[in-house]
């Protein structure tokens, strides 16, 4: 079915390190992109997102790159924190899709102390 | 300002019963969708409601089914259960169109 991928199931990463979680999507139409994460028993939280005029934008400790020549969004975490270990989610939505969000797969961020 | 409360969180089922979840949007939030999200599956997208009309639909059977009131709050309906329905149901809303969607908690549905 459709579907917005994901190239790593799990990433593990050192405290203090910096993470990337990569996502590629493939509906050229989609012109927001949003990045969630999820905790055990939790529903998706925002974290950040970006619209297809953009190709980069940061928030606290978190950025997002979009690429759209190669269809392919990443999340940059800076200075990762236990706190930071989650599922993490990409998800697309295109104009005239209305509502419809188009998740991947989903990456585990294990925060190694 | 309360976020998206969903009702109950925990719901166990048998096969053939139906079950109806109930959303309530983040005050002002006139957009309200539904996901369902399983290892297998991921987050699948159900339906969208806005202003009591339901916009978008997903590839869900027609067993699946909502509503929206006048008040922004929704309900699903999933009739004939199947133990393939066992999932966590997430609702989400948002203010407007191509904005991010908050997400409630969701209900655990189990089928036995």
């Known amino acids: 079915g459709e579907s917005v991928g994901l190239h790593l199931p799990t990433l593990s990463v050192q405290e203090g390190d910096n993470s990337i979680i990569n996502c590629a999507y493939s509906n050229s139409a989609s012109d927001y992109f949003i990045w969630y994460k999820q905790e055990s028993g939790k529903g998706p939280q925002f974290i950040i997102d970006i619209r297809s005029n953009m190709d980069k934008r940061q928030g606290q400790r978190v950025t997002v790159l979009l690429n759209k020549t190669v269809k392919h969004l990443s999340l940059q975490i800076a200075a990762t924190q236990p706190g930071d270990s989650a599922v993490y989610f990409c998800?697309?939505?295109?104009?005239?899709?209305?509502?419809?969000?188009?998740f991947g797969q989903g990456t585990t961020l294990q925060v190694k102390p | 300002k309360a976020g998206v409360t969903q009702t109950p969180r925990y719901l166990i089922k048998t096969r053939g019963q139906q079950v109806t979840l109930s959303c309530s949007p983040i005050?002002?939030?006139?957009?309200v969708s539904w996901y369902q999200q399983t290892p297998g599956q991921g987050l699948q997208f159900l339906f969208e409601?806005?202003?009591?009309?339901?916009?978008n639909k997903g590839n869900f059977p027609g067993r699946f089914s909502g509503r929206q009131f006048s008040n922004s709050r929704s309900e699903m309906n999933v009739s004939t259960l199947e133990l393939g329905d066992s999932a966590l149901y997430l609702c989400?809303?948002?203010?407007?169109?191509?904005?991010?969607?908050?997400f409630g908690q969701g209900t655990r549905l189990t089928v036995v």
């Open positions: 989400a809303s948002r203010p407007h169109e191509n904005t991010e969607a908050f």
């Open positions: 005050s002002g939030h006139r957009s």
């Open positions: 409601y806005f202003s009591e009309t339901q916009r």
């Open positions: 998800a697309e939505n295109s104009a005239g899709n209305t509502g419809k969000l188009i």
